[in-house]
């Protein structure tokens, strides 16, 4: 499944701007404060209205007047498009309204795009109520739809019924949406003994999850110290040890050495690089990953082959935006995997790199995406 488009309304610094030909790895760039957490948050707003409803969504942002773009009266709206291969293209559209004070959804609309018959309302709801096409034997029937609440979307209970089976996988997208923003100090610390299969969003259980990868799924944990020995200097193996006390500890063997340091030992680079590899060869990956400026705490010399395996886990299956400010990690991307987001008279906007003419001419030359950002030719989204 891969999300081809992003619309968004009124939606805090957006009055109205548009991602379009995403690809599995899209990247993000601009100076601080124009839009890039937003754009995260706009996904995981969906995110939160699926699993609770809109209205503590909305609360969880600050109510209304927050989330409303300043200054703006027309209904916050969120529009994205997706497909999963050789399938048609979907879209999902999203209005929020005001209903004396709670939001509510003032219109819900997932359409499938057909050659012969234009867009086909699978779903289509306002108010909580609407109507909904359930598949049969390959044919269609329609189904009304009246929730009890009409903050909470058409699609959160038609996602469990594989007659609905449009809905069920846009469910499956967003409930799978993950914001990565791993931290050096947290994944120093031993961890209580225990299990876990996947990565935390900051990265504190990563012995945790060293260990059950090295327990019950050895290739990939084999995977994983192969790149490790390839990408960081002197790593030739990597063990999550308990101790007496019932805790993890992750020790690091460097081959210049008889013995191996513990994590809170070794440097800032090193534990980050192996926390995103425990999280990029998940056995189970998020089909939608977003990580927030991994160049925090890394070498240099590390951003390209990090780039690299970013754009592996897409290759794999995933999708991942990545949002950041290192000329450095851009110059490992393709012209047409940045997105430049520029602010201006209070409001974002966002356009393709490869759309422009001059980017596209001096990358196909052989000048690098982080190159041509420190030449300040990303017009208003000039580096730090």
Known sequence: MLIESIELRNYRLFRHAKLTALPSMATLVGANGSGKSTLFDALSFLKDALKGNVAEAVARRGGLRELVSRGQ??????????????APLLSYVIEIADDGGRPIVGKELLGQMDIEKGLVRLVHASRGRGSALAMSDDEFAERTIELEDPSALAI???GQFKEFRAASELRELLESWHIS????????????????????ARGENVAQVARFLHEHHPDRFRRI???????????????????????LVLRFQDGNFEDPFIARYVSDGTIKMFAYLVLLHD???????????????????????????????????GQVFVSTHSPEFLNGVKLDEVYWLVKKDGFATVQRASDSKLLRDLYDEGDPPGAL???????????A
């Open 225 to 247: 110290l192969e790149v490790m020995c390839s990408r960081v200097p002197g790593v030739t193996s990597v063990e999550a040890k308990p101790t007496l006390d019932g805790r």
């Open 156 to 158: 959160k209970g038609l």
């Open 373 to 383: 950002w420190k030449q300040r030719l990303f017009e208003g989204a000039d580096p």
């Open 181 to 200: 923003d791993i931290h050096a100090h947290d994944a120093w610390s031993s961890a209580e003994a225990g299990y876990a299969e996947h990565l935390s």
């Open 283 to 317: 056995p189970k990956p998020h089909p939608l990953l977003a990580v927030e400026e991994p160049e925090n705490q890394l070498y240099p010399a590390l951003l390209r082959e990090l780039a690299e395996e970013f754009r592996d886990y897409g290759r794999r299956g």
């Open 73 to 86: 009266s027309g209904p916050l709206s969120i529009v994205v498009t997706f497909r999963k291969s050789g």
